[in-house]
């Protein structure tokens, strides 16, 4: 767990505590001021998603009908969400709609850490997994963005506004990317997966999010090219 303190848009790393470390972490929260903020970003691999087309009903029943298929996918629906899809042009104004249903398939991994906050007189602001903020700020329409943290290589299947598809990779941490090119695979692998969850053929480009300083010497076009691939970098201070 890394905790960055917020000055304006730089941010800081004031604390890391190791999986082990639990009862440190709530000791740290004890001693900070009544009522601090925090927003909780989770970036584990433990992600599912299922879009489902649902009748078009509202209220109660609705929410009933959310709740039943949340639970059907998912071991703790807290732990998920619901968001409507917008409809395509011929479905506007029809009897059924698109929902896609995302979430942790192990939240056991995150739940003691949330739940040290929920114990502290600290406020949660927000709690929102990886692959749903770079979806919210990504510029791409469709399209898998790849980007690189401590955990690993994350590849996010982005359209119509939603993550997808999210798989995190770990085996290429931001530390070691720029050593080698052998993560292309895992872009080529997840791009060929994607493009049967979108029930069609994908356009190969793949943005990166990353300087192109952080590209590995022994990467070239053509290297992406092999592997049906085209990338494009995105500066992360854009975002």
């Not at 009862?23 to 433990?46: C, K, M, Q, T, Y």
């Not at 506004?161 to 895992?186: C, F, M």
Request: hydrophobic share 45%; net charge positive.
């Amino acid at each position: 767990l890394e905790i960055r303190q917020t000055h304006g848009h730089d941010y800081t790393c004031v604390e890391r505590f190791a999986p082990h470390q639990i009862a440190d972490f709530a000791r740290w929260l004890a001693a900070r001021p009544r009522n601090s903020g925090f927003r909780v970003l989770i970036d584990v691999g433990e992600e599912a998603y299922e879009t489902d087309v649902l009748p078009r009903v509202r209220g109660a029943d609705r929410r009933a009908l959310i709740a039943r298929r949340l639970a059907q996918w998912f071991p703790q629906p807290a732990w998920a969400r619901a968001d409507t899809l917008p409809d395509k042009p011929r479905q506007r104004g029809g009897t059924t709609e698109r929902v896609l249903f995302s979430g942790l398939t192990r939240p056991e991994r995150v739940a003691p850490w949330i739940d040290a906050l929920h114990s502290a007189d600290v406020r949660i602001e927000c709690i929102i997994p990886a692959s749903a903020l770079l979806a919210a700020c990504s510029r791409l329409t469709d399209g898998l963005l790849a980007s690189f943290s401590r955990a690993g290589m994350r590849v996010t299947l982005v359209a119509e506004g939603r993550a997808r598809l999210s798989r995190l990779v770990e085996q290429y941490p931001a530390r070691t990317a720029d050593q080698n090119i052998e993560w292309l695979n895992e872009i080529a692998r997840t791009m060929r997966y994607a493009s049967t969850v979108m029930g069609g053929t994908l356009q190969p480009v793949v943005s990166i999010l990353a300087t192109e300083a952080a590209v590995p010497a022994t990467y070239t076009p053509a290297s992406a090219a092999a592997h049906g691939l085209e990338l494009h970098w995105l500066d992360p201070a854009s975002f």
